[in-house]
Nanobody, 124 residues
């Protein structure tokens, strides 16, 4: 089992920045690919970003490319999502997820462990 706890969400003005953190515990963290997903009110969950277990492969949704950066600190068992130039349409609950393999995935169904989420609200 892997336990994931997200933090860092909050209210920010359009154009601002936030950094989300996802602290993992349980199984060997370094063997898991990690991802960030989000779900806005009334919408389906969508992929945001993912990083392979070695950190050499990352993937982003087109909507966040150039604005968001995913990174991992294996010593701290923590994954980060730096979000810059935030827009009102980035408002959502952001979830951290872990796969049981080290390869990045963009589908929620590919992930086996999920955090409870952290709220991000971007005001216009």
């Amino acid at each position: 089992q892997v336990q994931l706890i997200e933090s860092g969400g909050g209210l920010v003005q359009s154009g601002g920045s936030l950094r989300l953190s996802c602290a993992a515990s349980g199984r060997t963290f370094s063997r898991h690919a990690m991802g960030w997903f989000r779900q806005a009110p009334g919408k389906e969950r969508e992929f945001v970003a993912a990083i392979g277990w070695s950190g050499d492969r990352v993937d982003y949704a087109d909507s966040v490319k150039g604005r968001f950066t995913i990174s991992a600190d294996s010593a701290k068992n923590t994954v980060y999502l730096q979000m810059n130039s935030l827009k009102p349409e980035d408002t959502a609950v952001y979830y951290c997820a872990a796969r049981q393999v080290g390869i990045v995935g963009v589908q929620g169904e590919e992930y086996h462990f999920w955090g409870l989420g952290t709220h991000v609200t971007v005001s216009s």
